[in-house]
């Protein structure tokens, strides 16, 4: 059975950095897309980044292209979303999704519960 | 603002048809396939439609997904209370590079 548990989200000050981590089981990471969605208190869902399965190209939305990096480790079979110079406006909850439809990353069959970021001073 | 454009309500009694639109460009809907996702609140949201027509094992056959040109469809038939959430498109986009959402779509059954 494929499971997602996201960790690591907490309340932070703006310019901080934390780092959101995604523990996959019944599945290995660098076989499926890998994708961050998160959605702001109220609004809709909002894609963040992803991964390629074949090749790990990885991908960044606009609103945080230079700031987030998604990286996945292997080893740890974990998904990961490095958040640097964080915004007020990055507070939201954060889903770890998975896509077992090869390289499609917007097809995300598979999502964790989610962790929630609060940036604020 | 989003990409892809969807209306924020609709409604329908049960046993009805209802159908979601989601509206996009060139560089997202008409060039590539398109997801909908179902959200209940607090929870999750879940692939409903993938590949614009396919069903995830699961999924009852009462929800089926369409697209012409740069626009897209849900349709719901037989609607259920049950059915009463949030949906979502999203598709990839050329010009962005990156997955791109509609705002959703909130569903009241009466």
């Known amino acids: 059975e494929v499971q997602l548990v996201e960790s690591g989200g907490d309340l932070v000050q703006p310019g901080g950095s934390l780092r959101l981590s995604c523990a996959a089981s019944?599945?290995?990471?660098?076989?499926?897309?890998m994708s961050w969605v998160r959605q702001a208190p109220g609004k809709g869902l909002e894609w963040v980044s992803g991964v390629r399965a074949s090749d790990g190209i990885k991908y960044h939305g606009d609103s945080v292209k230079g700031r987030f990096t998604i990286s996945r480790d292997s080893s740890k079979n974990t998904l990961f979303l490095q958040m640097n110079t964080l915004r007020a406006e990055d507070t939201a909850v954060y889903y770890c999704a998975a896509s077992s439809y090869g390289n499609y990353i917007e097809s995300m069959d598979d999502w964790g519960k989610g962790t929630t970021v609060i940036v604020s001073s | 603002q989003s990409v892809l454009t969807q209306p924020p309500s609709a409604s329908g009694t049960p046993g009805q048809r209802v159908t979601f639109s989601c509206s996009g460009s060139n560089s997202n809907i008409g060039m590539f396939t398109v997801n909908w996702y179902q959200q209940f609140p607090g929870t999750a949201p879940k692939l409903l439609i993938h590949?614009?027509?396919q069903r995830p094992s699961g999924v009852p056959d009462r929800f089926s997904g369409s697209k012409s040109g740069t626009s897209a469809s849900l349709a719901i038939s037989g609607l259920q209370s049950e059915d009463e959430a949030d949906y979502y498109c999203a598709a990839w986009d050329d010009g962005l590079r990156g997955v791109v959402f509609g705002g959703g779509t909130k569903l009241t059954v009466l």
């Open positions: 590949h614009t027509y």
């Open positions: 019944g599945f290995s990471v660098s076989n499926y897309a």
